[in-house]
T-cell receptor, first 110, second 114 residues
Framework: QKEVEQNSGPLSVPEGAIASLNCTYS??????FFWYRQYSGKSPELIMF????GDKEDGRFTAQLNKASQYVSLLIRDSQPSDSATYLC??????????FGPGTSLSVIP | DVKVTQSSRYLVKRTGEKVFLECVQD?????MFWYRQDPGLGLRLIYF???????EKGDIPEGYSVSREKKERFSLILESASTNQTSMYLC?????????????FGPGTRLLVL
């Protein structure tokens, strides 16, 4: 079992819809969870992080964490074509190593 | 704002050449990382460092070495470049001791080995 898993996609959503990106992880003691956005040919940039169970909202982005299910998600409301990118989930494990998932490619169709 | 810079955006080298990739961060971060990123394989950790003159192997260290003589600078060295080292190389840094260890990435170096 891989340590951090994501749906590889591509995920296509129409403009204005909600995009839902999912991530599961294997280390039950993991502490903090990150979502990075990576445009084609560019480096990853942090969108947001979460470390408590529940929801965390930042503008159009909402991160959701369920430690019991070892599941973290990112919702993007009112998706825009500029949101088209690869989204990387990263997990800070109980042994203090940050592990990145393979990424999910999102395409927002105008 | 954290700034992580890499010495080159694009690099073309020949097989067997020694290649140096440099990374500099300006936020006094203790931790620095080198990754490579290939289509379908995601980010793979090559080496990391938690302090000056300290280095630890990541998941794919073969064919690479690193140097960290100063806190702000972390160099990746390809002793004898091979075509299978053609890739995007990403440097990152982070502050240690936090509940939340956010990594900040440089712009990347796209290396082509002919």
């Amino acid at each position: 079992q891989k340590e951090v898993e994501q749906n590889s996609g591509p995920l296509s959503v129409p403009e204005g819809a909600i995009a839902s990106l999912n991530c599961t992880y294997s280390d039950r003691g993991s502490q903090s969870f990150f979502w990075y956005r990576q445009y084609s040919g560019k480096s990853p940039e942090l969108i947001m992080f979460i470390y408590s169970n529940g929801d965390k909202e930042d503008g159009r982005f909402t991160a959701q964490l369920n430690k019991a299910s070892q599941y973290v998600s990112l919702l993007i409301r009112d998706s825009q074509p500029s949101d088209s990118a690869t989204y990387l989930c990263a997990v800070q494990t109980s042994y203090d190593k940050v592990i990145f998932g393979p990424g999910t490619s999102l395409s927002v169709i105008p | 704002d954290v700034k992580v810079t890499q010495s080159s955006r694009y690099l073309v080298k020949r097989t067997g050449e020694k290649v140096f990739l440099e990374c500099v961060q300006d936020m006094d971060h203790e931790n620095m990382f080198w990754y490579r990123q290939d289509p379908g394989l995601g980010l793979r950790l090559i080496y990391f460092s938690y302090d000056v003159k300290m280095k630890e192997k990541g998941d794919i260290p073969e064919g690479y070495s690193v140097s960290r003589e100063k806190k702000e600078r972390f160099s990746l060295i390809l002793e004898s470049a091979s075509t299978n080292q053609t890739s995007m190389y990403l440097c990152a840094s982070s502050f240690t001791g936090n509940l939340v260890e956010t990594q900040y990435f440089g712009p990347g170096t796209r290396l082509l080995v002919l």
